[in-house]
C-alpha cells in the first residue's frame, strides 16, 4: 500500500508489526516522522527490543540529520551508528570522490547491520538506508526486514541530490529502492 502523506503524520498502528518505508526528497521530514514513531515505540516496547541504525549523515546545507537531533536520548534502545557518515553527491567534486566517499560510507554501515543481524530484535528502525544502498547490498538490507517484526526506514527518493557526477551511484540507489518497495506493507510518500 502507498500513502502520500502530506501532512508527515504516521500512526503507529500503521507501523507496529509491519513493514514500513519512508520515501521522500532531501529536507522533507523522513527522519523527524520516524523520530516521532519512535517516541511512540518506546511507550509500548521494552526498549531492548528496538534497534536504531542511523545512516544519515550530520546536516548539510539544511539537509540530511540523525534521529538524535529529534530526540532527547538514545540510552534506552540499541542504537547503532557510524562515527562519520559521508555526504558522496555534495561534498564529492568528482566522480572519483563521490565513489570514494560511497565506499567509506558502505564500510562504516556494513558492521553495523551485520551486527544487527547477529543480534537481531522485534523492531529496527533504519534512518537513511539510501546512504548504504549506494553501494551495498539490498539482500542484506532485506534480511534485516525479515528479522524484524516491525521494520522501519527512511530513503531519499527525489532529484535534489540526482546529481552524482556520472558514479551512477543516484540510479543504482533509485532502482534499489523501487526493488525495496515490494518487500513493504506501506510506503509512505513525505514528498
Not at 547477529?118 to 529496527?124: A, E, G, M, R
Not at 513493504?184 to 510518500?189: E, K, P
Amino acid at each position: 500500500m502507498i500513502k502520500n502523506n502530506l501532512e508527515t503524520k504516521l500512526r503507529l498502528s500503521e507501523v507496529l508489526g509491519k513493514k514500513v518505508l519512508i520515501l521522500g526528497e532531501a529536507g522533507s521530514g523522513k527522519t523527524k516522522m520516524v523520530a516521532q514513531i519512535l517516541q511512540e515505540l518506546r511507550a509500548v516496547v521494552k526498549p531492548e527490543e528496538i534497534t536504531v541504525i542511523d545512516m544519515a549523515p550530520e546536516r548539510v546545507r539544511g539537509l540530511g540529520g540523525k534521529i538524535t537531533d529529534y530526540l532527547d536520548t538514545v540510552n534506552n534502545f540499541r542504537y547503532l551508528s557510524p562515527k562519520k557518515v559521508y555526504t558522496p553527491r555534495i561534498s564529492g567534486a568528482s566522480t572519483e570522490e563521490v565513489m570514494q566517499l560511497a565506499i567509506l560510507n558502505r564500510r562504516a554501515v556494513e558492521p553495523l547491520i551485520k551486527e544487527y543481524i547477529q543480534s537481531p530484535t522485534n523492531v529496527l528502525i533504519m534512518n537513511d538506508v539510501t546512504i548504504y544502498l549506494q553501494l551495498g547490498n539490498l539482500e542484506t538490507v532485506l534480511k534485516c526486514v525479515r528479522l524484524a517484526r516491525t521494520f522501519l526506514a527512511t530513503a531519499y527518493y527525489g532529484k535534489k541530490l540526482a546529481e552524482d557526477f556520472g558514479s551512477g551511484i543516484s540510479a543504482r540507489e533509485k532502482m534499489l529502492v523501487e526493488e525495496m518497495v515490494s518487500f513493504m506493507d506501506l510506503v509512505v510518500r513525505t514528498s
